[in-house]
């Protein structure tokens, strides 16, 4: 019982900032689209976005995790930090773009989007 408390413990800082994590790749995309489109994203675009917004979470988070920004024993500074951030969010991007091109022609999602949501992330 003691240790499933200690697990629980130990794994709720982890999930919350997953959770965090997976809210700010969602808002930097969304904020893109407002960007891109001056406020107004066309509403076709925008169902593409939502039709992959499950996609594009995981891989964004599953990229996140398997860099190390998840990995609770490592220790970190500052710099590392920022230097895993920017490698598992340009590598998600690449991934997301490149998946998505495959599916242009049946979804109408701007590559421009994801370009100035790595900015956003």
Do not use: C
Request: no cysteine; charged share 15%; glycine share 4%.
């Amino acid at each position: 019982m003691a240790e499933d408390l200690a697990f629980s413990k130990k794994r709720i800082p982890v999930l919350l900032v997953v959770l965090v994590d997976a809210f700010l790749v969602n808002a930097g995309i969304v904020l893109a689209f407002l960007a891109r489109f001056s406020g107004h994203p066309p509403p076709v675009n925008f169902q593409a976005y939502l039709s992959l917004v499950l996609w594009i979470t995981l891989i964004r988070i599953g990229t996140f995790y398997f860099t190390g920004l998840y990995d609770e024993k490592k220790e970190a500074n500052p710099f590392d930090i920022f230097y895993l951030v920017f490698t598992s969010v340009t590598l998600s991007s690449i991934i997301i773009v490149a998946l998505t091109f495959f599916y242009e022609r049946t979804l109408p999602f701007p590559r421009t989007v994801f370009l100035i949501s790595w900015l956003f992330s």
